[in-house]
């Protein structure tokens, strides 16, 4: 089963190991960060469970449909910065349980100073097929 993680800016806050942007990192746990989300990755793979993944820029916008000859809308509404997704990842495993035991590994990447971030990942099925309406 085809489950996406999503990988969120959100930080907890009340956790003592919440962290600053990455912008604000050193060069050296940015590198840090990038090569263990590498391995992972990697590891994955030979396991048979990858299946593709990407890192967003934090920069984009919502759009909508807003009628016939009409344009789309782009202006809001806007999302927290804390919701926006940092990232996704497909994985590819036999149950849930390997997806959230997949999600908790990526979520200790390490950041400053080394220490695990506690990255907050959106665990989702990918839908297999249509919802089945009753009336």
């Keep these: 089963m ?10 907890d806050p009340a956790h ?9 990192w050193t060069p050296d746990e940015v590198d840090a960060h990038m090569q263990y989300m590498r391995d992972f990755s990697a590891r994955l793979e030979k396991n048979g469970e990858w299946v593709d993944g990407q890192a967003l820029s ?9 009628g016939e000859g009409r344009p789309p809308v782009t202006d809001g509404p806007f999302a927290e ?36 971030i506690h990255e907050w ?10 919802p089945t309406v009753t009336e």
């Design 81 to 116: 910065t804390k919701d926006l997704i940092a990232g996704w990842m497909v994985i590819d495993v036999e149950s849930w349980d390997r997806a959230v035991e997949l999600a908790g590994q990526l979520s200790a990447a390490p950041g400053p100073g080394g220490k695990p």
């Design 58 to 66: 934090p920069e984009g916008t919502f759009v909508r449909y807003d």
């Design 121 to 130: 990942l959106e665990v989702r099925p990918f839908l297999t097929a249509p």
């Design 2 to 11: 085809k489950y996406l993680l999503l990988k969120h800016y959100r930080t």
């Design 16 to 24: 003592s190991l919440s962290c600053e942007p990455m912008d604000q």
